[in-house]
């Protein structure tokens, strides 16, 4: 069974752009989280969608942005692109996001804002 | 709200010997779960042990166990007879368990880095 893939694993951009990530979970999996990891902050909840509805969201602001598709593949978007965006992008999946499941994470994507 | 917290940046052990990473959590909700998770070099963070809070007994997995007070909301990693791989950052982490608003999310420490020396 095929992991979380996340792409692409390393990304460098300018501050003002805009970015999209993208993760496809395990199959069968419908729902997807992403997280932020910085050496500052440690791993931050971004947000979490189930069968292609926001369920939860965490305290970034509005150019954080996320959509999932029918497949539950999952994209990630951020605006307008600030220095301290520099992070490593985590992805998860699990079956319905719930209880004890655990996570399944991607190897992420290393993006970095110059 | 969720809090996590791992006092211990960084560790180092003796390989073949016991490590015990520490983890104590604050919520104010009666059914939880707490997980631990490895992250090496690469990058992926790796599930290790899951412990409810409403389990009796402790968890145990391989050369994993938890040692879960739940009176003193602590929950501690122990890795038995540690090997060179196991050099990584461990993360705790917990979630609400049951059909509830903060459904997908989970609350992680700041981590642990752990070095096995030969």
């Known amino acids: 069974k095929a992991g979380v893939t996340q792409t692409p694993r390393y990304l460098i951009k300018t501050r003002g752009q805009q970015v999209t990530l993208s993760c496809s979970p395990i199959?069968?999996?419908?729902?997807v989280s992403w997280y932020q990891q910085t050496p500052g902050q440690g791993l931050q909840f971004l947000f979490e969608?189930?069968?292609?509805?926001?369920?939860n969201k965490g305290n970034f602001p509005g150019r954080f942005s996320g959509r999932q598709f029918s497949n539950s593949r999952s994209e990630m978007n951020v605006s307008t692109l600030e220095l301290g965006d520099s992070a490593l992008y985590l992805c998860?999946?699990?079956?319905?996001?719930?209880?004890?499941?655990?996570?399944?994470f991607g190897s992420g994507t290393q993006l970095s804002v110059l | 709200a969720q809090k996590i917290t791992q006092t211990q940046p960084g560790m180092f052990v003796q390989e073949k010997e016991a490590v015990t990473l520490d983890c104590t959590y604050d919520?104010?909700?009666?059914?939880?779960?707490l997980f631990w998770y490895k992250q090496p070099s690469s990058g992926e963070m790796i599930f290790l042990i899951y412990?409810?809070?409403?389990?009796?007994q402790n968890a145990t997995e391989g050369r994993y166990s938890l040692n879960f007070q739940k009176a003193r909301k602590s929950a501690n990693l122990v890795i038995s007879a540690s090997q060179l791989g196991d050099s990584a950052m461990y993360f705790c982490?917990?979630?609400?368990?049951?059909?509830?608003?903060?459904?997908?999310?989970?609350?992680f420490g700041d981590g642990t880095t752990l070095t096995v020396k030969p």
């Open positions: 969608y189930f069968s292609e509805t926001q369920r």
């Open positions: 919520t104010s909700d009666q059914s939880y779960g």
């Open positions: 998860a999946s699990s079956l319905v996001g719930q209880g004890a499941e655990k996570l399944f």
């Open positions: 412990q409810g809070s409403y389990d009796e």
């Open positions: 982490a917990m979630r609400e368990v049951g059909l509830n608003t903060n459904a997908g999310k989970s609350t």
């Open positions: 199959s069968g999996h419908r729902s």
